[in-house]
């Protein structure tokens, strides 16, 4: 094989043994890489009903084939598990040395599993793994933690680790790597956590085995100078995603006060012309000559990195906004590795039930000490802080009282940063994610507030599911960063002639789509599985706030979703998906996608549907629902 290395690595951290794997050319070739990789991997090696904080449960960290090769944006990697926090899919997307050493050391993914006795990180130098002793690093950040390995093994090894979020098993704690990268929203530094491992060091000292070396010298060349020469690089390089706190203010898309408000009114101190007074350089990850990573002086001297979504979860949607203190609590998140989105979300929900008076804490909106004081207390378990380290959903079922309505989650995965209230396509977006409420499968919401937000119609629908084939699946299959793409306009050709340079093999656009849906139908199969009897399509629909609590303030104040509208949208993104009216994949779509078996099995625990005639006939576009 070309392009990738056609070797996994089975790590078992109960007998502290690691054993590589080849694995056949169709997988790649089915599922690309990344996430495609990961679900494949879950679906055939884990028995449904797992629970996810046992030894059983397993941890995918998967690169794609055009990961650590001299490429824009293609140092990142997936990682993937069934999440604590959802029950179901769960992966996230960090931008890491890990990943570049990864693939040096000769391995495509490390699938993890079993549960150290003791305190591990796992060292793996090319085909050489040792389980190293790490009791000394147990109770240390993830800044410290990589640190201190740092110190040890030298600059150019990729380190990823957890914090004490991850070591408590916090069900929303991410996985860190270089003072700033973090992913895994769902839980998947509490699945570390669960396993008693604390960091994977990685180094990898050979070349990646390509089709056409010179030509992909040329085309990374190419590339780079491509997207330094587009208009929006400047600008980009000033403020990376943090101008999209303007916009989501003057776009009434700001979540705000728990999704009460779409609108807050120190937005401009928390905007990203005012992170660029107290900006002192950028970060990023490995490869990119985009470094999005805001690095930035916070309320406490200390450098903080600052993205959008980390802002104004930790910032208007918990009532805070002095900049430099939201920086600190986005540095507290890095350190203790929580997910800083469910992370404001449970501070939120707090802050929600304290002024409504169904807890006895008091915790006002805004108060920077409070809010320092309940992120510790998140990472650490302690009081109020154990109840909201289990998500808001959980949360909001112990408190009963109607909290559920303003538990701001789909299927367990809290928001991210974009109110719905007026932005049913957005909505749709986020119920139909992979992992629960996460834009990353398909950020519609600025191309919706052009097409028109009123609207729920067969466009929206449409544009959903092209997004959803290129962001959530080839983008994560591949595990390139989608900032080029998405952000800068670089071509979805382009990387049709890197996979050519890596792996000689010509994918047609067609051919990539199909393995996305392959991938997206697979993890939609994998909820379901897991979810078995308690499957139901109202998993899919967004927090019941959006549509019971019109917004009170701001251009558009009096704005709310249509229940029944929006399920008209739900039945016609389920015809257009194959997948029948309870967002099933039908029998029929399973085959096409070549998913016989996963269909059989399937089909052992809920009743698929053969090819039932659609519920609701595909309207002609532009046709509204119902
Ligand atoms: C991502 C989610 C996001 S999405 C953000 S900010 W964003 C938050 N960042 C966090 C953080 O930081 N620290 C922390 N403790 N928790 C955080 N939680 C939140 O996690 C990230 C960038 C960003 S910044 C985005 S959109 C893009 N995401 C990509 C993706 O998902 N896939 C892909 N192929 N390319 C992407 N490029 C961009 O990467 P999750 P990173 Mg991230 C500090 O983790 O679980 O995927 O959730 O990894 O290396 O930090 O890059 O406005
Ligand atoms: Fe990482 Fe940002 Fe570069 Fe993407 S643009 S690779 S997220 S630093």
Redesign the pocket.
């Known amino acids: 094989m070309l392009g990738w290395t056609g070797t996994f690595l089975n790590v078992d951290l109960t007998k502290h043994k690691a054993v590589p794997e080849q694995y056949p050319e169709a997988l790649a070739l089915n599922f690309l890489g990344g996430r495609g990789f990961a679900v494949k991997i879950l679906w055939d090696r884990l028995k449904q009903g797992t629970d996810p904080l046992s030894a059983e449960n397993k941890l995918i960290f998967a690169t794609g084939p055009l990961t650590g090769i001299g490429l824009p944006n293609s140092g ?1 990697l997936v990682v993937a598990s069934k999440s604590p926090l959802t029950g179901g899919y769960g ?6 040395l890990a990943s570049v050493n990864m693939r040096k050391a000769g391995y495509d993914a490390l699938i993890v599993e079993g549960r150290s006795e003791v305190p591990v990180v796992v060292y793996i130098k090319d085909r050489d793994t040792e389980f190293v002793d790490a009791k000394d690093l147990w109770g240390l950040s993830a800044f410290e933690t990589e640190a201190q390995l740092r110190q040890k093994y030298g600059r150019a090894v990729g380190i990823v680790s957890i914090g004490q979020g991850g070591e408590n098993q916090v069900k929303f704690a ?1 996985v ?2 270089q003072g ?6 769902p839980g998947m530094g509490a699945v570390m956590g669960s396993k008693n491992l604390k960091a994977i060091v990685i180094e990898g000292t050979a070349q990646i085995p390509l089709a056409d070396p010179e030509g992909m010298r040329k085309l990374a060349i190419d590339g780079y100078r491509e997207i330094l020469a587009k208009p929006q690089y400047p600008f980009w390089k000033r403020q990376g ?1 943090m101008s ?1 706190v303007e916009w989501s203010q003057a776009n009434s898309s700001l979540p705000t006060f728990n999704y009460r408000q779409a609108v807050f009114e120190k937005a401009e101190e928390i905007g990203g012309f005012a992170m660029e007074k107290i900006k002192v350089s950028n970060r990023g ?1 490995p490869q990119c000559n985009m470094t ?2 805001n690095v930035v002086k916070d309320s406490e001297g200390e450098d903080a ?1 600052l ?4 802002v104004i979860m930790l910032g208007s949607n918990v009532g805070l906004g002095n900049l430099a203190q939201v920086s600190t609590l ?1 540095r507290m ?2 350190e203790f ?5 469910s992370l404001g979300n449970a501070i939120g929900f707090a802050m929600e039930a304290s002024e409504k008076g169904l807890i006895e804490e008091k915790i006002e909106w805004g108060d920077f000490e409070s809010l320092k004081q309940l992120i510790k207390d998140i990472a650490y378990r302690r009081g109020l802080g154990a109840i909201l380290a289990e998500g808001v959903r959980a949360a909001s079922e112990l408190l009963g009282n109607g909290s559920g309505d303003w538990a701001m989650h789909v299927k367990g995965l809290e928001v ?1 940063a974009y109110d719905c209230h007026a932005a049913p396509g957005m909505a749709l977006a986020y119920g139909t994610s992979s992992i629960g409420a ?3 499968d398909a950020w519609v919401i600025t191309w919706e507030t052009k097409v028109g937000r009123a609207s729920y119609d067969q466009v929206k629908v449409d544009h959903l599911v092209e997004v959803q084939l290129v962001r959530g699946g080839f ?2 299959a591949l ?5 080029p793409n998405n952000q800068m306009g670089f071509e979805l050709e382009w990387y049709q002639k890197y996979l050519k340079a890596a792996t000689g093999k010509d994918f047609t656009l067609e051919e990539l789509n199909e393995i996305s849906n392959r991938i997206l139908t697979l993890i939609r199969a994998f909820w379901v599985r897991e979810y078995g009897e308690k499957w139901s399509r109202n998993l899919d629909v967004p927090p019941a706030r959006w549509f019971k609590e019109p917004l009170t303030e701001g251009a558009l104040k009096g704005a709310a979703l249509d229940l029944e509208k929006y399920n008209g949208m739900l039945d016609a993104y389920y015809v257009k998906r194959g997948w029948d009216q309870r967002g099933i994949p039908k029998m029929s779509t399973l085959r096409q996608l070549d998913l016989t078996e996963e269909a059989k099995q399937l089909g052992t625990f809920v009743k698929l549907t053969e090819e039932n005639p659609p519920l609701v006939n595909t309207p002609a576009r532009n046709t509204p629902f119902p």
């Open positions: 990142k992966d996230g997307n960090i931008g890491t991410n860190v790597s700033g990268r973090a992913g895994g929203r995603t999209t990850c999005c990573g990195e993205d959008y979504e980390n986005n998140a890095d590795g929580l997910d800083s989105i991210s996460h834009h990353k983008f994560e595990v390139s960063c989608r900032f």
